[in-house]
């Protein structure tokens, strides 16, 4: 079975600072590992994703996400943290044997303070 | 291209009725899935549908259900509507229905039951 644990449900940082958000996850066979941004009554944007290869992940806003094989971790991070990246952050694995959907962590509500 | 856009966004039923919530993906797109998202159970997959064709479902009731027309837009019907049904209902596309698709979010339709 899979899961995605995001050991902490808020983070604080302050503007200009770098931030890392916390992902965990268990999966019987290949991990396909996504990370999502959602503001006050919106949907969830994508922010990246990991299939294979590199390990350190580029995505939008400045975002990148480094995995972690031995340590089955895939934490999100940015150097400079802005104002407006304050939002609720979720993690995501898709197990690369299963089924297609999404299995989501419980989401890190990041504060950036000015 | 246009996003993934969901109507109504906001719905508000009493007990007992039934509801019918509709997503359009985005253009090109074969994969639509649906999530729900709650305060306590987080983001929970309900069904996917890929040319029509219910792929895989979650565990939800059987009140829960889903169809998708050729032109890939799909509805969701929750019939004899509970209290715990109130949600915000999150519908997904994916170009292929691949492992490796990201999934694009629509806004959501907010839904209450009095």
């Known amino acids: 079975a899979q899961s995605v644990a995001q050991p902490e449900d808020q983070v604080n940082v302050a503007e200009g600072n770098p931030l890392t958000v916390k992902c965990t996850y268990s999966?019987?066979?290949?991990?396909?590992l996504f990370w999502y941004v959602q503001y006050p009554n919106r949907g969830l944007q994508f922010l990246l994703k990991?299939?294979?290869?590199?390990?350190l992940v580029k995505g939008s806003y400045g975002f990148e996400a480094e995995f972690n094989k031995s340590q089955t971790s895939f934490h999100l991070k940015k150097p400079s943290a802005l104002v407006s990246d304050s939002a609720l952050y979720f993690c995501?694995?898709?197990?690369?044997?299963?089924?297609?959907?999404?299995?989501f962590g419980t989401g890190t509500r990041l504060t950036v303070i000015p | 291209k246009a996003g993934v856009t969901q109507t109504p966004r906001y719905l508000i039923k009493t007990r007992g009725q039934q509801v019918t919530l509709s997503c359009s993906p985005i253009s090109g797109h074969r994969s639509v899935s649906w999530y729900q998202q709650t305060p306590g159970q987080g983001l929970q997959f309900l069904f996917e549908?890929?040319?029509?064709?219910?792929?895989n479902k979650g565990n939800f009731p059987g009140r829960f259900s889903g169809r998708q027309f050729s032109n890939s837009r799909s509805e969701m019907n929750v019939s004899t509507l509970e209290l715990g049904d109130s949600a915000l209902y999150l519908c997904?596309?994916?170009?292929?229905?691949?492992?490796?698709?990201?999934?694009?979010f629509g806004p959501g339709t907010r839904l209450t039951v009095l």
């Open positions: 990991y299939i294979t290869g590199d390990n």
């Open positions: 995501a694995v898709r197990e690369g044997t299963g089924a297609n959907n999404l299995f």
């Open positions: 549908y890929f040319s029509e064709t219910q792929r």
């Open positions: 997904a596309s994916g170009s292929a229905g691949y492992m490796t698709d990201t999934q694009y």
């Open positions: 999966v019987s066979g290949n991990p396909y």
